[in-house]
């Protein structure tokens, strides 16, 4: 808001309108483009090393999180920062005990111990504040009482400076993050020092607003609510309950019959469901911090002593362990369990989070088996199907309600791996849908079939392994196919049916409906489907015209949208 884009405030997440994350082509004062976390460091760090190899003198700052410095990537900027010690780098640490999620770890463990000392208490509460308002203080410390107050600070916390210092930086702080006169000072006399300062800087969360303070996390991505009583507004229709929960009940019910079922997430306990774990059975819960990396070749060591682990992480999230899953769970084909959330389409936070890739990238890694639900009870038994299976297994599954089908309270039957599944038939045209495009391929069915054009609809279930047994001789038979996915086509489910297809010298029509090789803006889900053409009437539309059929009896056609046309 006080860099140019208060008149716009209004527009924050929606379409066209402000970004909900740091964009470059937005603001020149968004330096670095950001979604994901513990990237700030190092960014600021190839600024501060480009600036002295051209012979400039700006000034580099990094702000991180408490919670970020979990991250494996900020723990290694620092050390390479502290590596060179005539490259001025200033990074503020941001500690407020928060993040997503109330941050885990011994550094965490480390800081909020240090925060709650009875000497930072004591420098930090009422005193301070009683002693300003003395008469003959005139509302301010004196200098000599702010350099005593500093140096009991350091004498009261020693080893937190320590741990910076040792590592290379200049360590400066704590320091009161609501004390504008105090942050000023100490920001004036980290950008006289040569080389990396680190300014450590109390926040909380959510300041100055009451209901924020009291539940942080909760208001981390606060939905509308009413700003008097704090509460969020309620729907106007009743939802489904969405798949995460869903997910997250099925679980525990698994955990309570198996003890060596382990959830495991990266920070994202709430967003992934496991909070719902972490609360009925702790035991058997572990969240590794915003670490996927360590989170995926943790549970590897779990799968190689017995247990089952099962590690939910957003999709576009799990892009940061591509190496792990291929090196410490493919090759060595171990059995670990990873749901994907908030794959496909996310909406409002836009290209940094939009779960478009994993399609792509799990086709890639060995010995994996892939699948993704048609509604909320095929995840059930899905998931007791990954439980089962003597080997890597992942599910994906979209942000938002499900399908509100009835759901299995026990006895969930694991699915055949590798089998789809015949929803309807048709002798026009064969449709073989990925997931959450399953009901949106069955409504464009029906539009079809009002025009006279009778599909056939697959509920494909398996990316690996593809079920050609089902698919194949209906796609000889029908000679026209169409993919349905939520995700990149570059690499995807129907790159995957068309290579299969060719490799059986079944060189047959097939258009692919997913999203193409562009990056999804922030939008509503509603939105972005019709930006990218995925409404059923759309889909209904390109496939008339791709096999030249006559859209729809009346003649009257929804207009293509213009990234199509292009």
Not at 240 to 263: A, W
């Amino acid at each position: 808001m006080i860099t140019g884009r208060y008149g716009d405030f209004h527009t924050l997440r929606q379409q066209g309108g402000v970004a909900g994350y740091l964009k470059r082509c937005e603001s020149h004062f968004d330096h670095f483009g950001a979604g994901h976390a513990s990237t700030s460091i190092s960014a600021a760090l190839g600024m501060a090393i480009a600036r002295d190899r051209r012979g400039e003198s700006y000034k580099c700052v990094a702000v991180i999180g408490d919670g970020a410095l979990t991250g494996g990537m900020a723990l290694e900027a620092i050390n390479h920062a502290g590596h060179l010690p005539n490259t001025p780098l200033l990074v503020v640490l941001n500690d407020n005990d928060m993040s997503i999620s109330p941050p885990v770890g011994a550094l965490s463990t480390y800081l909020n111990r240090m925060r709650l000392s009875p000497p930072m208490q004591f420098l930090s509460g009422s005193v301070e504040e009683s002693m300003k308002h003395l008469p003959f203080m005139g509302g301010e410390l004196p200098p000599e009482l702010n350099r005593l107050k500093e140096s009991m600070r350091r004498l009261a916390v020693p080893k937190v400076g320590a741990v910076f210092e040792e590592l290379g930086f200049t360590y400066m702080g704590p320091i009161d993050g609501h004390d504008i006169s105090e942050m000023t000072r100490t920001f004036q006399a980290a950008h006289r020092v040569g080389g990396p300062v680190m300014v450590h800087v109390v926040t909380t969360k959510g300041k100055g607003y009451p209901y924020a303070e009291a539940d942080q996390v909760g208001y981390h991505a606060q939905s509308a609510f009413d700003l008097d009583t704090g509460k969020a507004r309620p729907s106007k229709t009743p939802k489904p309950p969405s798949y995460s929960k869903v997910f997250g009940q099925t679980l525990v019910k698994l955990c309570e019959q198996d003890s060596t079922v382990i959830g495991i997430t990266a920070a994202m306990a709430t967003g992934t469901g496991l909070d719902i774990l972490q609360k009925a059975i702790p035991a058997q819960y572990v969240d590794v911090g915003i670490a996927e990396q360590h989170a995926v070749t943790l549970a590897g060591g779990m799968a190689c002593q017995g247990l089952k682990p099962v590690v939910a992480i957003y999709s576009t999230f799990l892009q940061r362990a591509f190496d792990q899953l291929i090196h410490d769970i493919g090759i060595q084909k171990l059995p670990v369990t990873f749901v994907l959330d908030r794959a496909g389409i996310v909406g409002a936070d836009g290209p940094t989070h939009q779960g478009q890739y994993d399609i792509s990238y799990f086709r890639a890694i060995p010995n994996f088996t892939v699948m993704a639900p048609r509604d909320e009870a095929e995840l059930q038994r899905m998931l007791v199907t990954c439980l089962q299976h003597d080997g890597p297994a992942a599910l994906r599954i979209p942000r938002g309600p499900g399908e509100g089908v009835p759901l299995m309270e026990e006895g969930w039957e694991p699915l055949p791996i590798g089998c789809g599944e015949t929803l309807c038939s048709g002798d026009d045209l064969l449709i073989v849908a990925y997931g959450s495009m399953v009901s949106r391929a069955l409504a464009t069915a029906d539009l079809l079939r009002a025009s006279g054009i009778e599909a056939t609809v697959v509920n494909a279930r398996f990316l690996r392994p593809l079920d050609e047994a089902l698919i194949h001789p209906l796609a000889r038979r029908i000679g026209k196919v169409v993919t349905m996915e939520e995700g990149a086509l570059s690499g995807g489910f129907g790159a995957a049916l068309l290579e299969s297809l060719s490799d059986h010298d079944l060189m047959l029509p097939l258009l692919r409906l997913g999203i193409p090789d562009q990056l999804v803006d922030h939008a509503t889900p509603q939105q972005s489907f019709e930006a990218l053409g995925l409404t059923p009437e759309q889909m209904k539309e390109r496939i008339c015209n791709r096999f030249e059929w006559e859209a729809s009896k009346t003649g009257t056609t929804p207009e293509t949208p213009s990234l199509l046309k292009r």
